[in-house]
């Protein structure tokens, strides 16, 4: 007999060997137990989660000449023919491939006819999203009043694309996305017998790749033998599938939460050199970066997890260096970068700015922290060491006050000089204004109307000529970056010739803008140089 790949050879036969699917396994028991069978059943979920698996097990439990409660033998003559695929009383049929309106025709005229070794008549259709519109007509009548010898059993990952109709006639089990706890104890337990020798975090990044499926899962391991012998490490892992390390992750997000620009520029270079998927380096991340969400408010509820107790404890650690509001604008970052990375020219470029961007965003403090901090100073006992430091804390943020002041009356003539250096971004900074100041950064607004134009700021160049005239304002280093405002904000000055947009009045006055806008009854809303 040939090779035998190992999803084929350790597809579970019994319902006790289903991986993550108790919730179905379960009530399919309780079903046969009671002899309270529906006559169709629809299986949901994602790829390689057991759909067809289980409903090939309920089809054998259905038919075995030697049941034992609920589970199927595995040795009569029905088990063996359905486990070969050579039943005659289980028909298996692809809806992709047979999905028109003659082969429902067919399959209903064929249901008449009673079985020949088991007291039913199943079908499997799989991939039944992929039957016609009209080949679901066709069967609706049958399904809804089958004969007695007759039990039709669907499988789809896109229930979404079943009619109603079929879906109404049908019970309803929805397999779930399969934890990584039960694929690497599964892989765990094919390794032992296969004589595999696999280390503990290879079988992780197996089950990190597999998103939920064992069946993915297992052909992974089945090419790793094949590549690398029956020795398995975490980096053998890594450079078949294009994954980041435990590690890796684990470094890229203390270098986010710490601010170190430097060691997220040599990460990014590093994942870039090995080949890296810059895309899943960014979906890897939104998830730690959940995680740490969760972990900072389950505490010690390990079940939230679907991860080793070994990663919840550094998930721990890190948690203690942020805040929820920090961790919510890193993820709304790194979800914008999702979006946009699948158009970009260079995805290392939008990586690095992207995890640049959050590193700044996990060291500003939020809004709800400097309100927590106001009202702790201003309950804080009166004692001399607590005025020292509150005295301090105000200085800093008048500090800061007066240079965002100071930066809005002066915003006009620093874009005069920044159009020195560009001039298009005059054009792009026209409708911008200082936002937030702090010691190492700047925030600058841009009127919503005008959001389009903030891809033109952030351009490298640009940006650095920003950066520099801003740092040599404030005379102090600084970075800078941009938010778009939302509704028609108020913080946007409404002097307009002090922004050195030009006064409408005098457009008014000149006969040429007048005859046209007498001739259209017009008005003047906005004026570009």
């Known amino acids: 007999m040939g090779y035998e790949v190992l999803a084929r050879k350790w597809r579970p036969q019994v319902f006790a060997d289903v991986v993550g699917q108790n919730h179905v396994t379960q009530t399919l028991h309780n079903a046969i137990k009671s002899d309270r069978l529906a006559h169709a059943y ?126 109404s006639r049908c019970q309803r089990f929805d397999l779930r996305r399969i934890s990584i706890a039960d694929i690497t104890a599964q892989l765990q337990k094919i390794s032992k017998a296969e004589g595999i020798k696999i280390s503990a975090d290879a079988l992780l990044a197996i089950a990190r790749g597999a998103e939920g499926g064992l069946r993915d899962a297992e052909s992974a391991l089945d090419q790793l033998v094949s590549f690398r012998g029956k020795t398995i490490e975490e980096a053998d892992v890594l450079s078949v599938f294009g994954l980041i390390s435990r590690a890796q992750l684990e470094g890229l997000t203390d270098a986010i939460l710490d601010g170190n620009i430097p060691a997220i520029i040599e990460a990014v270079a590093a994942i870039d050199q090995s080949g890296n998927d810059m895309q899943r380096v960014v979906l890897e991340l939104l998830d730690q970066f959940r995680n740490l969400l969760i972990v900072m408010h389950a505490g010690k509820n390990a079940a939230a997890f679907d991860l080793p107790e070994t990663q919840i404890d550094t998930l721990k650690k890190q948690a203690a260096k942020s805040s929820d509001g920090r961790l919510l604008r890193i993820i709304e970052l790194l979800i914008d970068a999702d979006s946009r990375m699948r158009y970009a020219l260079s995805k290392r470029t939008m990586l690095e700015t992207a995890l640049i961007r959050a590193s700044r965003a996990a060291t500003v403090a939020t809004i709800d922290e400097l309100m927590k901090q106001v009202a702790a100073l201003k309950s804080a006992p009166a004692a001399s060491a607590t005025v020292q430091e509150d005295q301090a804390a105000y200085d800093v943020k008048k500090k800061f006050t007066d240079d965002l002041e100071r930066l809005k009356t002066a915003w006009a003539d620093l874009i005069e000089h920044i159009s020195k250096g560009a001039p298009q971004a005059k054009h792009y900074l026209t409708d911008t204004v200082p936002l937030n100041v702090s010691e190492t950064h700047v925030t600058i607004g841009i009127d919503p109307e005008f959001a389009g134009e903030r891809s033109n700021l952030e351009n490298p160049r640009t940006l650095l000529l920003i950066q520099k005239t801003l740092s040599s304002f404030l005379k102090r280093p600084v970075s800078a970056d941009f938010s778009v405002l939302t509704g028609k904000s108020k913080l946007l000055p409404t002097d307009a010739p002090a922004r050195g947009i030009p006064d409408k009045k005098k457009y008014y006055e000149n006969p040429s803008v007048r005859s046209v806008l007498e001739t259209f009854s017009g008005e003047i809303t906005d004026i570009r140089e």
Not at 70 to 81: V, Y
Not at 93 to 119: C, F, H, K, Q, T
């Open 42 to 167: 629809l299986f949901v979920g994602p790829r390689g989660t057991g759909k067809t698996t289980t409903a090939r097990i309920l089809a054998k439990a259905l038919n075995c000449q030697n049941r034992k409660g609920s589970e199927p033998c595995n040795t009569c003559d029905s088990c063996k023919e359905i486990m070969k695929g050579s039943s005659l009383d289980v028909i298996e049929i692809d809806g992709a491939s047979n999905r028109g309106i003659d082969d429902a025709r067919e399959l209903r005229d064929n249901v008449r006819y009673a079985p020949i070794r088991g007291p039913f008549k199943i079908y499997i259709i799989d991939e039944v999203h992929q039957l016609s519109k009209d080949a679901f007509n066709a069967l609706l009548k049958t399904l809804e009043e089958p004969p007695p010898h007759v039990k039709f059993f669907f499988a789809t990952t896109e229930p979404q694309k079943v009619l109603t109709t079929i879906l």
